[in-house]
């Protein structure tokens, strides 16, 4: 099969250097790179908004941009995002109908998402089940690219990897075929890597694991062996 992708989240870079850091794990073999809006509010921190995502497009024209949207109103930003080089715009289900009453309707936006130029995705957090996440998945399953699933809670790099969510990533894979995307984001590393791909996962997202590690090119080669 072919190997899952790398999504390198930006996050634990140095952020005094960060267009040379994106440009080493690339020159590494990382396929995208995975960039965490926080509005301290969704997520609880501060992370990093639509200008980071322009600089490191302005350096890198070419790079696959993959947005993690953790914010209570993703609405507000997504015609920004797509016009400052975003890729992929990923919003989470705890934010849209039926979980939310009144929340965001995911078809609508989905819809902006592609008039704006992007691909979009859907993203469910550790406590939320695969039955409530599919309230909102199954309807626009259609029209997705990728689903990304929570291995820790949004906040920070850095925290453990929590294995309960693995049957998710299997369930939705089972239910969606071979062509949807799927990612786990947060705890993986050269070990729980093994773990997500033999449960479906083929985008795979490291900070500390990759930044934390003064041998980069072989974490990112552990992480393509994974489903070997
Ligand atoms: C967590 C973020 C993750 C995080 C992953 O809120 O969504 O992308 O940066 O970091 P690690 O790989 O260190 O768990
Ligand atoms: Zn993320």
Redesign the pocket.
Known sequence: PPHPLVSV?I??ADFGRMAEECRDVLSRGADLL?M?V?DGHF?P?LTMGVDMIRGVRRHLPDTYLDV?L?VERPGDYVEDYAAAGANMLTFHVEVCEPLVSGGIKAKDLIKRVHDAGAEAGLVVNPPTGLDDALRVIEPVLSDIQMVLV??????????K?MPEVLPKAAGLRQLAGPDLRIEM?????TQTCRDAAAHGVDVM??????FGSDDRTAVIDAFHRSNA
Do not use: I
């Open positions: 989240s996050l634990s995975h965490d926080m997520a921190n993690h953790m929570m291995s820790v809670h949004p906040g920070r790099s850095g925290q990897f984001d947060g705890g993986l590393n997202v490291t900070a500390s694991a990759l």
